[in-house]
């Protein structure tokens, strides 16, 4: 918290990177809860957004959607 107050540092952050291939949605659901209650920030990177829980959507502060295409 004192990161927080002194607006110095950088705050800590969880990074799941296809959490959904190997996390249950109620660990994931879980994580990102107490992440947020102590400060941290949560980052998903995956191919398939629509495989994390539906309620992740409804916490985010920032979304972030990338197409890259390939012929």
Do not use: W
Not at 6 to 27: N, R, V
Not at 44 to 61: C, E, R, S
Request: glycine share 2%; proline share 7%; no cysteine.
């Amino acid at each position: 918290h004192h990161q927080i107050a002194s607006k110095q540092g950088m705050l800590p952050f969880l990074l799941f990177d296809e959490a959904h291939f190997y996390l249950p949605e109620e660990a994931i659901r879980s994580l990102v809860t107490r992440a947020r209650h102590t400060g941290m920030a949560a980052i998903f990177a995956t191919n398939t957004p629509t495989k994390l829980p539906a309620d992740i959507f409804h916490q985010l502060d920032n979304l972030i959607l990338l197409r890259l295409p390939h012929n």
